[in-house]
């Protein structure tokens, strides 16, 4: 069985039951949110080595959380039977420390935690409320930690908020998300000419890694053109793959990693970018634009005319502040630090100190 499955029985079976005897009438909604290869449906037997198990999120009220938070979190153990459907309540192995917090508050002994639906806002993505989202504080969400808080499920809800914040969270508004297309085609522009010159001069190792690079390019701008947020890097190649575009892309992007020569690799590459440019135009994503592969000024490597593309995304957006920005990118197009991404308060100062405001 698979965790999110284990986990929705769990809170029915048990955890449900159990609270309507310790805090009866207490108004909640239950989930499984904020970080596991459950919310995506690919953990398998491995994934039980580690922060899996059966487990729950409760969200209450502030009011509801002062009185109660404490008490569910201390007495659920006792209370509660030694295992699941042959699953240990306590975890085999909880490398992840449990929340703790005003409003957020869990115990390294079983996996039941309690929220308030600030508590887990602040906690999953450093935000104290879904309303009135700046478009530079979008740009420091980073898409993994979005996907943390949109993925999963939710098992129950008594009018907390919480399936109203996912919706509210499940994508990008429209001008943040041409910035960001905007901003990933610049990301091609930068270095896609290079696979071929490194080659030209006999470095086949270099044009591979930058070769990778644009792939891994490709796969991110595949994701916001079919406007899903992208995953963790342990689950980017297999999330991209259930992309509908991907079963036109993954193809050539094999040939690009497999290829036996630059020549071979930049071809690919460019056969590739055309894809995700006909699929931008005919989605009428951005302005108008003529996608046209030919050679880097005089030089024998295939390109896209990246400028028209970059061009035509911005041209769409229509707030003032973001078309005022550098098109520099959001976080996750600016860096893969985990350390950074995964941390909500400096995400946000980073990009502050990015834009210098």
Not at 192 to 199: K, L
Not at 245 to 252: D, E, G, M, S
């Amino acid at each position: 069985m698979q965790g999110i499955e284990l986990s929705r029985r769990f809170y029915f079976d048990v955890v449900r039951p159990w609270l309507s005897t310790i805090a009866p009438g207490l108004p909640h909604a239950a989930a499984l949110i904020g970080s596991g290869s459950e919310l995506l449906g690919f953990d398998d037997k491995t994934s039980k080595d580690h922060n899996w198990g059966p487990r729950v999120q409760l969200f209450v009220s502030p009011e509801g959380f002062n009185e109660h938070a404490e008490d569910i979190v201390e007495t659920f153990l006792r209370d509660a039977p030694a295992s699941f459907l042959g699953e240990p309540i306590g975890w085999r192995c909880r490398p992840n420390s449990p929340p703790e917090g005003e409003a957020a508050v869990g115990r390294l002994a079983h996996g039941v935690e309690v929220f308030t639906l600030a508590g887990g806002l602040r906690t999953i993505l450093g935000l104290e409320s879904v309303t009135d989202i700046t478009p530079l504080r979008w740009l420091a969400l980073p898409e993994q930690r979005l996907l943390a808080f949109t993925a999963g499920a939710v098992f129950h809800d008594d009018g907390i908020g919480l399936e109203d914040a996912r919706s509210a969270l499940a994508y990008f508004p429209r001008d943040v998300w041409l910035y960001k297309i905007a901003c990933q085609w610049g990301r091609i522009a930068e270095e896609q000419a290079f696979v071929g010159r490194a080659g030209q001069v006999g470095d086949d190792l270099g044009s591979r890694v930058i070769a990778g690079r644009l792939v891994r390019d490709i796969m991110r701008l595949s994701f916001l053109l079919e406007r899903r947020y992208a995953p963790y890097p342990k689950w980017f190649g297999r999330a991209f793959s259930q992309l509908p575009i991907a079963v036109t892309l993954a193809p050539l992007l094999d040939e690009v990693l497999l290829a036996a020569n630059w020549q071979e690799r930049g071809n690919a590459l460019a056969a590739a970018y055309l894809v995700l440019a006909k699929r931008q135009q005919e989605d009428g994503t951005g302005g108008d634009f003529e996608p046209v592969i030919g050679p880097y000024h005089n030089r024998p490597f295939p390109t896209i005319n990246t400028d028209d593309l970059i061009a035509a995304s911005a041209s769409g957006i229509g707030d003032p502040q973001l078309r005022q920005l550098p098109l520099l990118g959001s976080l996750d197009q600016v860096t893969d630090l985990t350390p950074l991404i995964e941390n909500p308060s400096r995400s946000a100062r980073m990009i502050k100190s990015l834009f210098d405001v």
